[in-house]
């Protein structure tokens, strides 16, 4: 039995996850998933590939808005109004809409990070498209790269690991949901599954940058993981690929445990 081992939120893109017993799909992805982003003074969104420091920030959901850590310090950030200024911010190739979530939140990423930069929040009525090739029926994602959740099972990872000198957690790859119970990569072959009631369609591979490398504990770098990976897991185009983007319809619930079926 194939089943759901861990579900994973990043309520700040290429910040620290947080991980949940259960989870409310949305049209965005995983609820409160990557909703907020950090930009720079051109208002592109920055994250772990050019500031691996972003790794030791961490980021949870409150009932107002976000609290932002770093080491023993802390900062509350409401949720924007939708008075505050707006700002159209670039993410990869997409420029949408956002709400500045203020000068506080900006300085005090800006002193943790190094550089001058600002936190920004997507909207609810906010409609950044997935990718047309891979996309059915218009669905939309957050500030995610480009599908609104990423699937990798144990067992690729304990696959990884065996010819890894020093073994990785789950958590260098950034999932927002793990599977247990199939073997190793056999999330490559499946087209559509079903789990906790909701269907998703496997869109496409993920292709693997540099943040794999960055120990999300220390934000130090280590080249064997995609070395390793590259080893066995470059495809013909030369991208390599590890874990699973997923799209779907409709909304829902999931749950750790739930059974992941396989449709096609």
């Not at 759901?4 to 939120?9: D, K």
């Not at 290429?14 to 965005?28: A, E, I, N, P, Y």
């Not at 976000?66 to 990869?92: C, E, F, N, T």
Request: glycine letters at 8%; aromatic letters at 8%; proline letters at 3%.
């Amino acid at each position: 039995m194939i089943s759901v081992s861990a579900l994973t939120i990043y309520p700040v893109k290429s910040l620290g996850g947080v991980q949940l017993q259960s989870v409310h799909l949305d049209r965005f992805g995983f609820a409160g998933d990557r909703r907020w982003m950090v930009v720079n003074e051109n208002h592109r969104f920055l994250s772990q590939r050019e500031l691996a420091a972003m790794a030791l920030i961490t980021a949870e959901l409150t009932h107002s808005g976000l609290r932002l850590g770093s080491g023993k310090q802390s900062l509350l950030v409401s949720q924007p109004q939708a008075s505050a200024p707006s700002l159209r911010v670039q993410v990869w190739e997409d420029s949408v809409v956002a709400l500045d979530a203020g000068s506080e939140a900006a300085e005090w990423l800006s002193e943790r990070l190094g550089r001058s930069c600002k936190l920004v929040y997507m909207t609810e009525d906010v409609h950044r498209y997935v990718d047309g090739l891979y996309a059915r029926e218009g669905e939309t994602v957050s500030f995610a790269d480009g599908f609104p959740v990423l699937l990798i099972s144990q067992a690729s990872l304990d696959d990884l690991n065996s010819r890894l000198d020093t073994p990785v957690p789950m958590n260098r790859f950034r999932p927002n949901l793990v599977v247990q119970g199939c073997e190793a990569f056999a999330e490559d072959n499946w087209r559509r599954v079903r789990i906790g009631g909701v269907e998703f369609t496997v869109a496409k591979p993920c292709s693997r940058c540099v943040m794999p490398s960055i120990d999300q504990v220390t934000a130090t770098k280590n080249s064997e993981v995609l070395q390793v990976l590259a080893g066995y897991r470059r495809a013909d185009d030369r991208q390599v690929y590890f874990g699973q983007n997923l799209v779907y319809s409709g909304i829902g619930e999931l749950s750790v445990g739930d059974t992941l079926e396989i449709l096609k």
